[in-house]
């Protein structure tokens, strides 16, 4: 269904995307999710640009799908939207797909850390890695890779926002962009919240003393799998209000 609507909002069924050619559109995938559409694994038929689109989404991880996806609708709304019924339909129902395939997965988020390729690479390693050992329930031996992963995100968010991340913990980062932020939470999600700044000053621990990064012990496969999602979970959260406060 996601291919339907997005078939009718890019204007797919002709062979194109919007208004990109091969190489612009290369460009933006690459921003975004640190993908060569132009790979060969993406080819298939005539190699057109909405031909190499369909086959990403249905080859490639649900997070990275999501990512791309949403920067693409995100475009599609400030270059081509018309205030049509038709296509506040088409893009509402692009969404709510969207929405469905990110609730269908433990996964993370795919972001896309830097035009810099070979840190979007390594960023995407990350992903990959951390995405393979949950599939195959061995969660206790993500949890350093995971840690890495969560400092270079909010590092990330942070200096977008200005903010210094020089010499900070992990907790640190998170508790000082959401504290900027200050949005509208219920107080549901304010105390989940609280609790999740903990959760990642603990995090710290378990990474230095039950993780893979030393010569630990490891902590078990139940409790790490505990962790692993309520991370997960966090990141996920705070990806889904920066990109709804682009829509």
Not at 1 to 11: A, D, P, S, W
Not at 203 to 232: P, Y
Request: proline residues 1%.
């Amino acid at each position: 269904m996601l291919i339907y609507y997005l078939e009718r909002l890019f204007n797919l069924k002709d062979g194109s995307v919007m208004d990109f050619s091969k190489s612009t559109l290369q460009e933006f995938v690459v921003d975004s999710v640190g993908l060569d559409i132009l790979d060969e694994k993406y080819l298939e038929d005539t190699g057109s640009k909405a031909k190499r689109l369909k086959k990403f989404i249905r080859i490639e991880k649900p997070g990275i799908v999501y990512k791309l996806v949403a920067d693409l609708l995100e475009y599609y709304k400030e270059r081509h939207f018309d205030e049509s019924e038709e296509s506040k339909k088409y893009l509402i129902g692009a969404w709510n797909e969207l929405e469905k395939l990110k609730q269908n997965t433990e996964t993370l988020s795919e972001i896309s850390f830097s035009k810099n390729p070979d840190e979007a690479t390594t960023v995407l390693e990350l992903q990959e890695i951390i995405d393979d050992a949950i599939e195959k329930g061995k969660y206790n031996l993500v949890i350093d890779r995971l840690h890495t992963y969560c400092t270079k995100f909010f590092k990330k968010i942070c200096n977008e926002d200005g903010l210094d991340t020089e010499q900070k913990p992990l907790h640190s980062l998170a508790g000082e962009y959401l504290k900027l932020k200050n949005l509208d939470y219920s107080e549901t999600t304010l105390t989940l919240i609280k609790s999740s700044i903990s959760v990642l000053e603990r995090f710290n621990n378990t990474r230095n003393n039950e993780s893979l990064a030393h010569d630990n012990d490891l902590i078990n496969n139940s409790e790490a799998q505990l962790i692993t999602r309520w991370i997960i979970a966090i990141l996920n959260f705070i990806e889904d209000l920066r990109n709804k406060q682009k829509i």
